[in-house]
């Protein structure tokens, strides 16, 4: 069985601040780990992933997670928080592959709020 | 390149009508989902097609939900009867291989 656990479910920051976002994991296999955002009225959209490569992933809009197995966690970090950044996200793992496909499981999510 | 097409995106029923949500999936991509995501929660997956197979619907509530992907394209999931419980936005993903890509979900509101 797989799962995750967001730490949070509002995280708020001043423009310009680092952003942390934590996110654990359990998975009775290697995993695989996701980063999605979902802005107001938006799908989700895929921010980064790890695929057993490099421990640190870079993503899309500045954003990077490192991978730790001995924590089972996957945190998102941003060094510098812009009000675009504002937004819910949300940390999956997958433990399997089908027809070629990860089928992640979602945490519950944590909404950014970026003040000016 | 188009993404995942949803229709309608919002919709008011009350409780024991029906509802059906329509998705196009991106071009070419073979695996289909459906995900539901209520108020506060993470997407929660109701059931994957491989073409027009269904691969995983162990999350589905059959007694009232169903879904069926005709000619391994375009889907369909309906809920009949609705309950209030039933409210949430339902989302649709395709693939090809590895990345899910989704569509901007169909809102639904059970009175």
């Given at each position: 069985a797989q799962s995750v656990t967001q730490l949070g479910s509002h995280v708020s920051v001043s423009e310009g601040a680092l952003v942390l976002l934590r996110c654990n994991y359990s998975s009775s296999v290697p995993p695989y780990l996701f980063w999605y955002v979902q802005y107001p009225n938006q799908g989700l959209q895929l921010l980064l992933k790890y695929t057993?490569?490099?421990t640190l992933v870079k993503g899309i809009n500045g954003f990077e997670a490192e991978f730790k197995k001995s924590e089972t966690s996957f945190h998102l970090t941003k060094p510098s928080a812009h009000m675009s950044d504002a937004a819910e996200y949300f940390c999956a793992v997958s433990d399997s592959i089908s027809g070629g496909s990860y089928i992640p499981t979602f945490g519950r999510g944590t909404s950014l709020i970026v003040h000016p | 390149e188009a993404g995942v097409a949803q229709s309608p995106r919002y919709k008011i029923i009350e409780k024991r009508q029906s509802v059906a949500f329509w998705c196009n999936p991106i071009s070419g991509h073979a695996t289909l989902y459906w995900y539901q995501q209520i108020l506060g929660q993470g997407p929660k997956l109701l059931i994957q097609f491989q073409n027009n197979g269904v691969?995983?619907?162990?999350?589905?509530?059959k007694d009232r939900f169903s879904a069926e992907r005709l000619k391994g394209v375009d889907s369909t999931l309906k809920i009949q009867?609705?309950?209030?419980?039933?409210?949430a936005v339902y989302l649709c993903a395709s693939s090809l291989t590895g990345e899910l890509f989704f569509g901007e979900g169909s809102r639904l509101t059970v009175l």
């Open positions: 057993s490569a490099a | 691969v995983d619907d162990s999350q589905l509530p009867p609705a309950k209030l419980e039933d409210s």
